[in-house]
T-cell receptor
Framework: DSGVTQTPKHLITATGQRVTLRCSPRSGDLSVYWYQQSLDQGLQFLIHYYNGEERAKGNILERFSAQQFPDLHSELNLSSLELGDSALYFC?????????????????FGPGTRLTVL | AQTVTQSQPEMSVQEAETVTLSCTYDTSESDYYLFWYKQPPSRQMILVIRQEAYKQQNATENRFSVNFQKAAKSFSLKISDSQLGDAAMYFCAYRSASQGGSEKLVFGKGTKLTVNP
């Protein structure tokens, strides 16, 4: 158990719908990262939040948005869903969002949310 | 942009034998970290081993070791005394360590390892 929790575990919805994925980081971790794992694209970085502020964006679609709340939990919102959005969505957390830190600043992954769009 | 390539989509090994998974990467940065993650059928991402680019000594964690060749931009994973529980997808990943650099992990496509009894 990494200490990162994600809800729900599974989500089945229809095209055109909107869903919200939730992530609670490990206690003390300030950074939250979202990744998408699909058969086509592999594991791809979506977005990084550090202490409530957006730090970096990856290949995140405009239909997707995220935020990190004062209690440090994060939500990933996916709207106007398409079949191709079906994937496993991971949240990861780490202590810091500072790349210059000398430590590995390991990212701990949650169990993921499996999204199926029908 | 950094890229990570795993040229072996699938590998197999006999229990108790040794197997090496390949990974190459492309970057213009001099300071970075490299990782191997394991993803068993449960889908949980588990960190296996990590390497700092400025360290010449290859990292070792029990039965797992790496062969880090910075000039060749190669980072292979060796699993010794393979066990049935080692069967999983293995992902090589890169992360910048540069000041102001992104904290994101860049992953390869993965290698599916099968361990035969």
């Amino acid at each position: 158990d990494s200490g990162v929790t994600q809800t729900p575990k599974h989500l089945i919805t229809a095209t055109g719908q909107r869903v919200t994925l939730r992530c609670s980081p490990r206690s003390g971790d300030l950074s939250v990262y979202w990744y998408q794992q699909s058969l086509d694209q592999g594991l791809q970085f979506l977005i990084h939040y550090y202490n409530g502020e957006e730090r970096a964006k990856g290949n995140i679609l405009e239909r997707f948005s995220a935020q990190q709340f004062p209690d440090l939990h994060s939500e990933l919102n996916l709207s106007s869903l398409e079949l191709g959005d079906s994937a496993l969505y991971f949240c990861a957390s780490s202590v810091s969002g500072l790349a210059a830190q000398s430590s590995y600043n390991e990212q701990f992954f949650g169990p993921g949310t499996r999204l199926t769009v029908l | 942009a950094q890229t990570v390539t795993q040229s072996q989509p699938e590998m197999s090994v006999q229990e108790a034998e040794t197997v090496t998974l390949s990974c190459t990467y492309d970057t213009s940065e001099s300071d970075y970290y490299l990782f191997w993650y394991k993803q068993p059928p449960s889908r949980q991402m588990i960190l296996v081993i990590r390497q700092e680019a400025y360290k010449q000594q290859n990292a070792t964690e029990n039965r797992f070791s790496v062969n880090f060749q910075k000039a060749a931009k190669s980072f292979s994973l060796k699993i010794s005394d393979s066990q049935l529980g080692d069967a999983a997808m293995y992902f090589c990943a890169y992360r910048s360590a540069s000041q102001g650099g992104s904290e994101k992990l860049v992953f390869g496509k993965g290698t599916k390892l099968t361990v035969n009894p």
